[in-house]
């Protein structure tokens, strides 16, 4: 990992067409913008590519650019490697971490693997590359009932590190599985008595709702999905309005692409913005500017681990449990 994480912003001079600069910088580099739906506004329109974190691991699978800056957070970036060892990788800020990875150390998660003989491990794609090198398969929130179905019915399961996507799987599947004790500190924040307000506010909105949101929240969810498949549901559906629980990243490409639709923000605990995730909102223009001008920080991932990281990415790529 990059020994100097953050990159000084004050070095941006104030009258640099940002836009334009990335945009030049992109060609001389032979680059490419990743970004996910929770980056702000400004970063996903300089992006290549914007999308939910299955999208993203896929068009970073595919690219042919000697760089892949990815804004997102650092998990993202460190997929983006394990699939891409020859690129360089970087991310604009490297302390752009995640709650989820974060609760799920490796030697930890080895130590419950080996408590629980006999189960396959399945990990939601946000853990760490070590946690992902421990794992049988990975999944990501649009993916994981399907990635979970491929197992025989009788194969006990481990499902790591989100308890809120696990018990939606389980809901979705009817089946039991183990499940690690971790929580994304955004989507647990959402308020369910203020969402049942706004619905009273809102006769007319549909509630739309990611699946890392507790079961109580959820259960009020006219429709549960990635980010990917919130976008095209509130695109797709003649809905006036729609009450959006999940990060508020999302908002900006809901609005670009329905302009005439009313998006809701859902409230959560207390009056903090805490439906902004502060992970992915260290990246802004001027880091992804001077990570693109400077190629750092760069992530690299530990070759033994990213071998064995690969595998269950691998399986989830292709969608075999068998491949690898
Ligand atoms: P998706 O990109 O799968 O919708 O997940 C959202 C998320 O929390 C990414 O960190
Ligand atoms: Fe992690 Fe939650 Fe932020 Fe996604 S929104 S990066 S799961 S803390």
Same mark, same amino acid.
């Given at each position: ?9 004050? $070095? ?74 020859? @690129? ?8 752009? =971490? ?73 809901? $979705?599947? =009817? ?25 009273? @506010? ?50 900006? $490409? ?27 909102? @260290? ?12 190629? @750092? ?28």
């Amino acid at each position: 990992m990059d020994s100097l994480p953050v990159l000084d912003e004050t $070095q941006v001079p104030a009258d640099l067409d940002l836009f334009d600069e990335i945009d030049r910088l992109k060609k001389a580099r032979s680059a490419v913008v990743l970004a996910h739906y929770y980056q702000e506004g400004d970063i996903q329109d300089v992006a290549d590519f914007v999308g939910d974190s299955l999208q993203l691991s896929q068009a970073a699978a595919k690219t042919d650019a000697s760089v892949i800056v990815f804004a997102g957070v650092h998990f993202m970036a460190e997929t983006a490697k394990i699939v891409n060892p020859d @690129r360089t990788v970087v991310l604009p800020d490297l302390s752009a =971490g995640c709650s989820l990875a974060d609760q799920c150390p490796a030697d930890r998660f080895a130590a419950f693997i080996a408590a629980h003989p006999g189960h396959k491990v399945i990990s939601y794609i946000n853990c760490s590359a070590e946690v992902k090198a421990l794992s049988d398969v990975i999944c990501t929130s649009s993916n994981a009932v399907d990635m979970v179905n491929l197992f025989p019915k009788d194969q006990p399961l481990i499902f790591a590190p989100d308890r809120n996507l696990g018990k939606y799987v389980m809901r $979705q599947t =009817g089946r039991e599985m183990v499940l690690w004790d971790g929580t994304c500190q955004v989507h647990e924040i959402f308020s369910e008595k203020k969402l049942v307000q706004l619905k009273v @506010r809102h006769p007319d909105a549909k509630v739309i709702a990611h699946p890392e949101c507790e079961p109580q929240v959820l259960r009020h969810a006219d429709f549960i999905g990635s980010t990917a498949a919130l976008l095209q549901y509130a695109v797709k559906h003649s809905d006036p309005a729609f009450i959006v629980v999940t990060e508020s990243g999302i908002l900006h $490409q809901m609005q670009k692409a329905a302009p005439d639709k009313q998006f809701i923000p859902a409230p959560p605990e207390g009056n903090c913005a805490c439906n902004d995730c502060p992970y992915m909102k @260290r990246n802004t223009l001027e880091k992804l500017y001077l990570a693109l001008r400077d190629l @750092r920080p760069v992530v690299d991932v530990p070759e033994p681990v990213r071998r064995a990281a690969l595998k269950p990415l691998t399986r989830m790529l292709k969608r075999d449990l068998n491949a690898a």
